[in-house]
């Protein structure tokens, strides 16, 4: 876990995974903590590189010092981490709250979302009297009183008898967080709506929920599919309001669905130029497609546009391989030919998290298949390039 001061206020979060893999940001429910998550990020890590965060007074997140707390200071939180993270673009999973942070982006900053996974959350959710009431019993008698009564509400009756300290372990965790801080977040899901901010956006949306979520039911998110232009809606039998700790993995295969690249009809029309751009942003880095693109003239522009859309779009953006397993192949051809662009394919294995030993094998592979002395001199370059010790 690493901290960032946003704001004036200190926030843990978690970035895990390659830098040259697309990110995603991951929001948890009210009350809990990023721990939500835990047991989705294996699934992801291989293909994409994950950020998770503790939202105000939740987690070792420092509470609120003052400021009323809205949907915009939550999204500002999660850009200022995706800026940290060196991400322009990025996919967006948040649950409860956290779908509300997901529903800001979207209405406001629908410009940096590559995806939205918004699961077991609403434009409207419960009514501002539900809230206003929570709000006030929070700060008399604190969450640790109040954790027994609520966190039975977070899960189906079967995640229970499957796990029977479920109840308990969230109940110490909710009863750590802060008081105020809560309270505020009842407050602004009492306050704030999103009915007529979410249409025509144009962001790629997805809507999870669970049958025996008794905080937002199937009928909320039935209504949030509406404002949203009739985005997609799946909902998991008997599960309930945090499916990541219910059904991680059934979650996890939805994410890997959604967050895909689409490739469109690649036999009959190709992948569009943006989607090779994007991902050949997110390998080489922003700063080396700048430069490419500024150097080129009226002789190459078409090859480059030709390779980024081959290369990039079709090859790299596919992801029947991870980036991981494309580096190694593409290392060990260029190794093998010996041809100029090996430098910058062992600069971007290291971006996208090769270790010693994957680099060493790979161009041992090449000394018996394609010749030692094309080996020598790819051991020599990645030496100069600052490889092993």
């Known amino acids: 876990m690493a901290f960032h001061t946003i704001n004036g206020r200190s926030v843990a979060y978690r970035l895990l995974g390659a830098a040259a893999n697309p990110l995603i940001v991951l929001a948890h429910p009210l009350g809990m903590s990023q721990a939500v998550w835990d047991d989705v990020i294996p699934v992801l890590l291989p293909r994409y590189r994950v950020l998770t965060w503790d939202l105000p007074g939740h987690g070792a997140s420092q509470a609120v010092t003052g400021e009323q707390l809205t949907p915009a200071n939550l999204a500002a939180e ?13 996919h967006f999973a948040g649950t409860s709250v956290g779908g509300v942070v997901g529903q800001q ?34 700060r008399q008698e604190g969450l640790a009183a109040m954790s027994p009564e609520i966190v039975p509400r977070w899960f189906a009756p079967t995640a229970f008898e499957a796990s029977p300290a479920l109840k308990a372990g969230w109940c110490i965790q909710m009863g750590r967080g802060d008081d105020e801080s809560y309270a505020q977040l009842c407050e602004m899901l009492g306050r704030e ?57 059934l979650i996890a295969e939805k994410l890997l669905g959604v967050l895909a690249t689409d490739l469109g009809d690649v036999a009959n029309h190709g992948v569009a130029y943006a989607t090779g751009l994007e991902t050949r942003k997110q390998v080489l880095g922003e700063e080396h497609v700048a430069r490419s693109t500024a150097n080129a003239n009226s002789l190459d522009t078409p090859f480059q546009q030709m390779i980024t859309r081959l290369a990039w779009g079709e090859l790299w953006s596919n992801e029947d391989l991870t980036r991981r397993e ?13 041809r100029e662009e090996l430098t910058l394919h062992l600069k971007t294995a290291k971006r996208i998290g090769l270790t010693e030993a994957e680099l060493r094998q790979v161009i041992m592979h090449v000394a018996i298949y394609g010749g030692v002395p094309a080996a020598n001199h790819a051991f020599a370059l990645a030496k100069e390039l600052g490889w092993g010790e």
């Open 193 to 249: 709506t999103f009915t007529g901010k979410l249409s025509n956006k144009n962001v790629k949306v997805q809507l999870l929920g669970g049958s025996e979520d008794l905080a937002t039911p199937p009928t909320t998110l039935e209504a949030l599919s509406a404002e949203l232009d009739g985005a997609p809606l799946e909902v998991f039998d008997g599960v309930g309001h945090v499916p990541s700790v219910e059904a991680p993995q």
């Open 326 to 338: 494309r580096s190694m192949i593409t290392t060990g051809i260029l190794a093998a030919l010996g």
């Open 105 to 138: 982006l979207i209405a406001e900053h629908s410009e940096r979302l590559l995806s939205a996974t918004l699961t077991n959350t609403g434009a409207v959710i419960g009514t501002p009297e539900l809230w206003n009431t929570r709000a006030g019993r929070v």
């Open 78 to 90: 999660a850009l200022a981490l995706a800026e940290l993270a060196g991400a322009a673009r990025f």
